[in-house]
T-cell receptor, first 112, second 113 residues
Framework: RKEVEQDPGPFNVPEGATVAFNCTYS??????FFWYRQDCRKEPKLLMS???SGNEDGRFTAQLNRASQYISLLIRDSKLSDSATYLC?????????????FGTGTSLTVIP | ETGVTQSPTHLIKTRGQQVTLRCSSQ?????VSWYQQALGQGPQFIFQ???????GRGNFPPRFSGLQFPNYSSELNVNALELDDSALYLC????????????FGEGSRLTVL
């Protein structure tokens, strides 16, 4: 079973729409959780961390449910510039350092 | 600009050959990890180095090996190349604090014919 599973999409939404992405992880020992963004032919970059209490950064809201091993990302008022692949990431590992595990990514295209 | 540089950016090899990919980490970062990203997939964790020691490995065979040098730069070596090794290889560096930010290089795109 994969460490992290995501619906690959693609999601095609009009500008201004709200879109939600979900992700599940298999290892209950996972320690930290993140969403990364990867533009076409570019390297991944951190979008935001995900906390159990939920957290928001502008139009982006992330949620974590440890009991269900489920992570979500909500994007409100979608912009054309939000078009990218969104990668769900979990970490776990020995005391010397966390190891990062990425999902397959969910592709988003925002349409004018 | 993440401050992480990788070389070469593109290369073509044939089956059975060996390849070495290089990565210079961002200044002050002592942890380097390598990922394989096949087309349409997310980055898959290969291994991680912390202060010149491997401290984690994903599900990759022993023909994938690496090194980290005293200046924290790193190499990924792949022996006996197979067609399925064709992918983008990403290097990422970070500090040893448990924050979530990996700083990626732009990757080395390997094609095996």
């Amino acid at each position: 079973r994969k460490e992290v599973e995501q619906d690959p999409g693609p999601f095609n939404v009009p500008e201004g729409a709200t879109v939600a992405f979900n992700c599940t992880y298999s290892n209950s020992a996972s320690q930290s959780f993140f969403w990364y963004r990867q533009d076409c032919r570019k390297e991944p970059k951190l979008l935001m961390s995900v906390y159990s209490s939920g957290n928001e950064d502008g139009r982006f809201t992330a949620q974590l449910n440890r009991a269900s091993q489920y992570i979500s990302l909500l994007i409100r008022d979608s912009k054309l510039s939000d078009s990218a692949t969104y990668l769900c990431v979990v970490t776990r590992g020995p005391n010397t350092g966390n190891q990062f595990y990425f999902g397959t990514g969910t592709s988003l295209t925002v349409i004018p | 600009e993440t401050g992480v540089t990788q070389s070469p950016t593109h290369l073509i090899k044939t089956r059975g050959q060996q390849v070495t990919l290089r990565c210079s980490s961002q200044s002050g970062h002592n942890t380097v990890s390598w990922y394989q990203q096949a087309l349409g997939q997310g980055p898959q964790f290969i291994f991680q180095y912390y202060r010149e020691e491997e401290n984690g490995r994903g599900n990759f065979p022993p023909r994938f090996s690496g090194l980290q040098f005293p200046n924290y730069s790193s190499e990924l070596n792949v022996n006996a190349l197979e067609l399925d090794d064709s992918a983008l290889y990403l290097c990422a560096s970070r500090t040893d604090s448990n924050t979530g930010e990996l700083f990626f290089g732009e990757g080395s795109r390997l094609t095996v014919l």
